[in-house]
């Protein structure tokens, strides 16, 4: 049998001090983006079938984060997201503590989907839950069942949104035991019409507004996880006093529908806003149009995600075009209204910052501060 290896040689030094990519964690945008681009055209040659019951598509919310339908008196827009990895993290941080983290679950879930939904200027109406368990013994622990349950009600209660209900199948062979696969798909209104906010009216001069994140969100944790393993004590690893590593990871996804509705009401037109999850900061250059943008301010970044960065070995091009890096969401607005935007989103308790603009040119982003720049072709996703 061969030895274990000894953690203070060179070599295992060496390997455990060699650069993290997203790609190595798991995670291939390459691979699955091909997928993502040849599923909505295929979807697209459906859209007839509305035509039947009366009503239309919105063509060009194909590709955004949302799709809409126009109804008549108004417009309907609906989403499907999944959680993706981050209950591993809270199971195995139950394990290590016996804390049920669940709660926070529960609000990354919910997040993923009703901060996909106001990027078109909708109102999210409805949550439907998507619970898929390896086994029926994953509901024999009633805390942490509860922690669910109670978690993704006050995130409910956060949105204003109505729990209709959902799906609790116990799939095993499908899901591992002891796991659980959790999905939340969320419908909306964009009431009156003219909330629609798909880009119209997005561009040169127009102010980039980017809304602080708490941390990690639920992007990223493939490699999250995967740098875990190689960290002196794991999830218990300290990255500040009193803060240890896998506490940091589960820190919940800000929900950002009150800034939405709040910009609303404010009088506030937001003319595009993108949901900076998988692919980073690279998620600024969504919309199809050719523009430049150009960022002069950059967010402090979270603790949890500069450890990640520093210890993956990352370059600030690998970690901004993976990681939220501090930015969770988007708001493009015109420049007159940037500070009103920050005012807005600041009485609503989220720190944001006036961070660029738009300008004419070839489709980019640059960040000023940091020396990087993204072209069109390192976002495929239409």
Known sequence: MKPAADPTTPAAAQAAAAPLSYD???????????LKVAAPRAAAATAGHLAAHGFGEIEA?????????????FMVASIVECLGSKALVADEMHRLTGQAFYAGIAQDTIAMAVNDLITVGATPLVVQAYWAAGGSEWFADAARAQALVA????????????????????????????????????????????RLTLGEKLGPGDAIVLLASSGIH??????????AERLPQGYLTEIEP????????????????????????????????ANITGHGWRKLLR?????????????????VLRFIQQQAGQDDTEAY????????????????????????????????????????????????????TYSGEDLQLR
């Open 24 to 34: 190595q964690a798991g995670v291939q945008y390459d691979l699955i983006d091909p």
């Open 218 to 227: 639920a992007n990223g944790l493939s490699l999250a996880r995967k740098l």
């Open 61 to 73: 919310s194909r590709g955004e984060s949302a799709y809409v339908v126009d109804v008549g008196p």
């Open 287 to 303: 919309h199809p149009r050719t523009l430049s943008y150009r960022i002069h301010t950059v967010p402090p970044v979270p603790p």
């Open 321 to 372: 075009g993976t990681l939220n890096m501090g930015a969770g969401f988007a708001l493009y607005v015109a420049a007159e209204d940037a500070e009103r935007t920050v005012a807005t989103a600041r009485a609503c308790g989220v720190p944001a910052w006036v961070a660029g603009q738009v300008e004419a040119g070839p489709k980019r982003l640059t960040i000023e501060p940091l020396g990087i």
């Open 151 to 194: 978690g993704w009600k006050a995130a409910c209660d956060a949105c204003r949104v109505a729990w209709g209900g959902g799906e609790t199948p116990a799939l095993a062979g499908i899901v591992e035991r002891g796991r659980i696969d959790l999905a939340a798909a969320c419908t909306g209104l964009v009431n009156p019409k003219e």
């Open 242 to 273: 009193g803060l240890g590593y896998g506490q940091a990871l589960l820190a919940p996804t800000l929900l950002y529908p009150a800034v939405t509705e709040a910009l609303w009401a404010a009088g506030v037109r937001v003319h595009y806003a």
